[in-house]
């Protein structure tokens, strides 16, 4: 069975710029949470996607915003980007809010 | 606010020795305790994972040990092994997961 699956895995883009990061679910699992890890940093919640819609939000700018489809994929987008938003990207997924959820392996994305 | 606290930062350990983890939290409303192991350059992956009605879980070398009336829970990870040498995390679930900041375990041969 596949696991999460994240694209792309590394991406760079030039402050002012947008990045688009996509993650796909394991297949059944409805629910998709976006977590950014700064370098020597822990894991800070961005967003929770269930069912096709946005559930909750952590404490960041309205800049970073995202969507998920039908399929339950997900895409996170980060406008007018920032050097601070350089970071790992991980996008995880469980069944619903059934709280087992793994995660995929980044998108490490850079800021120049 | 970091809603759940882990300790010690780093730690080293002797191959064969144990390595314990520590965590604290506040907010009563978690009920979903897991552990995360995670090697550079790669995502998270799952250890193990305890809920509140129990108090001991043991999987192979790696047993976590809750106190729900301390609101703490520690990971045990017995005979160490140079492969086990990695950033661990625990977390607490109510609607997301909350991480502590992580531990870096080194196994020295």
């Known amino acids: 069975e596949a696991g999460v699956t994240q694209s792309p895995t590394h991406l760079i883009k030039t402050r002012g710029q947008q990045a688009t990061l996509r993650c796909s679910p394991i297949?059944?699992?409805?629910?998709v949470y976006w977590y950014q890890q700064a370098l020597g940093l822990g894991l800070q919640f961005l967003l929770w996607?269930?069912?096709?819609?946005?559930?909750n939000r952590g404490n960041f700018p309205p800049r970073f915003s995202g969507r998920q489809f039908p399929n339950y994929s997900s895409e996170l987008n980060v406008n007018a980007l920032e050097l601070e938003d350089s970071a790992l990207y991980l996008c995880?997924?469980?069944?619903?809010?059934?709280?087992?959820?793994?995660f995929g392996q980044g998108t490490r994305l850079t800021v120049v | 606010q970091q809603q759940v606290k882990q300790s010690p930062q780093s730690l080293i350990v002797q191959k064969g020795g144990i390595s314990i983890i520590n965590c604290a939290y506040e907010n009563t409303a978690f009920d979903y305790f897991p552990w995360y192991q995670q090697f550079p350059g790669k995502g998270p992956a799952l250890l193990i994972a305890?809920?509140?009605?129990?108090s001991e879980k043991k999987e192979g070398r790696f047993t976590i040990s809750f106190n729900k009336s301390a609101k703490q829970f520690s990971l045990h990870i017995m005979d160490s092994q140079p492969g086990d040498s990695a950033t661990y995390f625990c977390a607490a679930h109510d609607y997301k997961l909350s991480f502590g900041a992580g531990t870096t375990v080194t196994v020295r041969a």
């Open positions: 297949s059944g699992h409805t629910s």
């Open positions: 995880a997924s469980a069944v619903g809010h059934y709280t087992e959820a793994f």
């Open positions: 305890i809920r509140p009605d129990v």
């Open positions: 996607y269930d069912e096709g819609e946005e559930r």
